[in-house]
């Protein structure tokens, strides 16, 4: 992909009004497999739900074919016909602003991922942004872990604008997807490689994430959080940031938890990791049943659910 022409691509797309609500993976399947969905018949339908479309036709302009073709962002679909053709990309609205991202489905192994999870993330954001008071806390510096497209960032640095705002993953398509979508946004964001926080030092105001926190037998990068249950990545995001956050600093973590025979493991393992540490925190379960197919899989064959949760944890000034 060639990320200049992407920009102007994307530009042009926000310039034509374009807004996209981005759904689940299985509600996706449902709608796209519906009589009238097999090919494309607008711009939405080509980068919100990744359908084909006939390169003769006035879903997609002249203007906007060549871009994406310069940008390398088409290919042809399976049945090889010349004039039709699939974007590598969708583009999901969030905010009043777009993100690009990885096209549905996302398979491959750095696929970048978009959905509901991110819009819950996004909220924790706000809500995190809105409770801290400014004059007595500043915000200087902030970093997302597994910035992912980079909705997050984004989000901060809109917030605090002459912040140092960091965009840290290890996946460099999600790097070029946050550096696309922050200069859409017109915020200065600056990404880098790091596996959590080894690879950037010093201390953070506020560090947030919304790491993956399934098992995934592919290990996709955006999907598989690792351990028996997929918590492992976000156990060691909370590990990490205990000892980097400056005081009256804040970690917002959003990810999931396997709940067993009515307990939630998550949260029994964040009060051991936290305990006798100098961070108060809250725990909030924002969505009792996410992912519910994936109980399916011999991976949760014991689960009562998958819940979406909210860990908030302070730095307290120590007396």
Same mark, same amino acid.
């Given at each position: 992909?060639? $990320?200049?022409?992407?920009?102007?691509?994307?530009? %042009?797309?926000?310039?034509?009004g374009y807004n996209f609500i981005?759904?689940? !993976? %299985?509600? /996706?399947?449902h709608v796209n497999s519906r009589p009238g969905n097999r090919w494309a018949r607008s711009l939405t339908d080509v980068l919100g739900w990744s359908r084909p479309f006939h390169?003769?036709?006035?879903?997609v302009t002249d203007e906007l074919f060549d871009l994406m073709r310069n940008a390398q962002i088409l290919r042809q679909t399976e049945d090889q016909r010349e004039d039709s053709w699939q974007s590598l990309v969708r583009i999901s609205s969030l905010d009043g602003e777009l993100f690009l991202h990885s096209a549905y489905p996302t398979l491959a192994l750095d696929s970048v991922f978009f959905g509901p999870d991110t819009y819950r993330f996004? *909220?924790? &954001?706000?809500?995190?942004?809105?409770?801290?008071?400014?004059?007595?806390? !500043?915000? /200087? *510096?902030?970093?997302?872990?597994?910035c992912g497209a980079g909705p997050g960032a984004v989000i901060l640095s809109k917030a605090y604008p002459h912040a140092e705002i960091l965009a840290t993953d290890i996946n460099k398509t999600a790097l070029d997807?946050?550096?696309?979508?922050? /200069? #859409?946004?017109? @915020?200065?964001?600056?990404?880098?490689?790091?596996?959590?926080?080894?690879d950037v030092t010093g201390q953070f105001d506020i560090i947030i994430s919304n790491p993956p926190y399934l098992v995934d037998s592919s290990e996709r990068q955006y999907r598989h959080g690792g351990g028996v249950l997929g918590s492992e990545l976000s156990a060691n995001i909370v590990r990490a940031a *205990? /000892?980097? #956050?400056?005081?009256?600093g804040t970690l917002v973590l959003y990810t999931g938890s396997v709940? &067993? $025979?009515?307990? +939630?493991?998550? *949260?029994?393992? @964040?009060?051991? &990791?936290?305990?006798? =540490? +100098?961070? =108060?925190?809250?725990?909030?379960?924002?969505? !009792? +049943?996410?992912?519910?197919?994936e109980?399916?899989?011999e991976s949760y064959q014991h689960a009562d659910r998958i819940a979406a949760v909210v860990l908030t944890a302070t730095k307290t000034n120590p007396s």
């Open positions: 992909m060639n $990320n200049e022409i992407l920009l102007q691509f994307s530009t %042009a797309v926000k310039n034509t981005t759904v689940t !993976p %299985a509600t /996706h399947a390169a003769n036709s006035s879903v996004a *909220r924790a &954001i706000r809500t995190m942004i809105a409770k801290r008071d400014t004059n007595t806390s !500043p915000v /200087h *510096r902030a970093i997302d872990i597994g997807f946050t550096d696309i979508n922050a /200069h #859409l946004a017109n @915020v200065k964001v600056t990404s880098a490689y790091s596996n959590l926080l080894d *205990r /000892h980097r #956050l400056t005081i009256d709940i &067993i $025979n009515g307990q +939630d493991l998550f *949260r029994e393992e @964040v009060a051991k &990791i936290l305990e006798n =540490s +100098d961070l =108060s925190w809250t725990y909030e379960e924002v969505d !009792p +049943d996410v992912f519910g197919e109980l399916l899989s």
